[in-house]
Each structure stands twice: as structure tokens, then as C-alpha cells.
T-cell receptor
Framework: SQTIHQWPATLVQPVGSPLSLECTVEGTSNPNLYWYRQAAGRGLQLLFYSVGIGQISSEVPQNLSASRPQDRQFILSSKKLLLSDSGFYLC??????????FGEGSRLTVL | DAKTTQPPSMDCAEGRAANLPCNHSTISGNEYVYWYRQIHSQGPQYIIH???NNETNEMASLIITEDRKSSTLILPHATLRDTAVYYCIVRVAGNQFYFGTGTSLTVIP
């Protein structure tokens, strides 16, 4: 069966510190992967998506970046966090039938 | 960026049908309509999707108008656990999925 894992689940970081959120999927190969962010009380904002290793499409200009070093691994990074980076970060992968399957999310608080 | 319009909130009595509307007037002929829901502090959960015909699964029914400009998600017998934010999404050609702000459904005992 297919599963998706995100970590860490929660983290508190100071402004200006780096960030690394990791997402891995199991039970599938060559998945389309996505990073979304949800600010408090808001909807989901598509940040990045990837159709394969090393292939990243950015939806919103910001101080975040994404990488896909392996087929089933998707990483969200920042060199220097801003207060506005606080939020709930969700990784998702797309089934062959089209629907998205989401991970449990990583809640980031920047202080 | 979202191509759908939903009411921000709705209430429904427990045990009654919950009918959640969505407008997608600019939908193209090959774009599917997807519905997800998000319970507080969790990742969104897929519910159902459709192209032209009405669809039903164990969770819900999806009614799409003949002109495809709007749709309705029906939860036939709402329970307290159905309280969540419901998102209607039109899948843009390609790989992008854009979520709007959704409808916050509250099921009242």
C-alpha cells in the first residue's frame, strides 16, 4: 500500500534560521509530488510541484526552495526563515487516477 | 488562483443531508471537479471527483450540472465527524491543483 511520511511534525524556529522539511512516499514509483502551505485560518497555497527527480516547478516567488534528490523524496528548504513563513506545510502525491493524497503535515512556527 | 467559488460557511443538522455548492463557471471541457475536506490540523482528505456524470461513493455524491458550471457535494446523512472545511477544486490542465478557501461545514447536534 502507498504511504506518505512528513517530518518533523512540528517545529519552532527563530527568524533567520534555516529550514528543512522532508517528505517521502512508499509503495509507488515516479510519483508527482507537491508542497502546499496553509497559513492560519487560510486555504491551501500551492508552493512547488515535481514530476520527477530534479524537476521542480515553483508556483509562488518566495524565500523557499524545493528539491527532489530521489524519486520518492521531496524536500522543502529555506536559508533564512521569515515570520511570514509560519504555517502548516503539507506534502502530497498524485494517484494515477488524479486525486491527491496528503501527508499529516508539518507545523512551523517562526519566532 | 482558484477557479472555484464556494460559500464560506454552512450549518447542517445531524442526520440530515448536507448540500455543499460550488461554482466553476470557467471550467474547460476536459477539467475534472474534485472535492476534498480538511478536519482541523490534519491534511486534506480526498472525497470524490467527476467530469460530466453524477458520481457516488461510500462517502458522498457529486452532482454536476449539465453545463458543468456548478456542482454540489452531498453528504447524505451528516454526522458530527463531518464537521470540516470542504474544498471544491477544478484540476487545471497539467499538474497543478489549486485550492480556494473552501466551505466550513458545521454539523449541529
Amino acid at each position: 500500500s502507498q504511504t506518505i511520511h512528513q517530518w518533523p511534525a512540528t517545529l519552532v524556529q527563530p527568524v533567520g534560521s534555516p529550514l528543512s522539511l522532508e517528505c517521502t512516499v512508499e509503495g509507488t514509483s515516479n510519483p508527482n509530488l507537491y508542497w502546499y502551505r496553509q497559513a492560519a485560518g487560510r486555504g491551501l497555497q500551492l508552493l512547488f510541484y515535481s514530476v520527477g527527480i530534479g524537476q521542480i516547478s515553483s508556483e509562488v516567488p518566495q524565500n523557499l526552495s524545493a528539491s527532489r534528490p530521489q524519486d520518492r523524496q521531496f524536500i522543502l528548504s529555506s536559508k533564512k526563515l521569515l515570520l511570514s513563513d509560519s504555517g502548516f506545510y503539507l506534502c502530497a502525491w498524485r494517484f494515477n487516477t488524479g486525486e491527491l493524497f496528503f501527508g499529516e503535515g508539518s507545523r512551523l512556527t517562526v519566532l | 488562483d482558484a477557479k472555484t467559488t464556494q460559500p464560506p460557511s454552512m450549518d447542517c443538522a445531524e442526520g440530515r443531508a448536507a448540500n455543499l455548492p460550488c461554482n466553476h463557471s470557467t471550467i474547460s471541457g476536459n477539467e475534472y471537479v474534485y472535492w476534498y475536506r480538511q478536519i482541523h490540523s490534519q491534511g486534506p482528505q480526498y472525497i470524490i471527483h467527476g467530469l460530466k456524470n453524477n458520481e457516488t461513493n461510500e462517502m458522498a455524491s457529486l452532482i454536476i450540472t449539465e453545463d458543468r458550471k456548478s456542482s454540489t457535494l452531498i453528504l447524505p446523512h451528516a454526522t458530527l465527524r463531518d464537521t470540516a472545511v470542504y474544498y471544491c477544486i477544478v484540476r487545471v490542465a497539467g499538474n497543478q491543483f489549486y485550492f480556494g478557501t473552501g466551505t466550513s461545514l458545521t454539523v449541529i447536534p
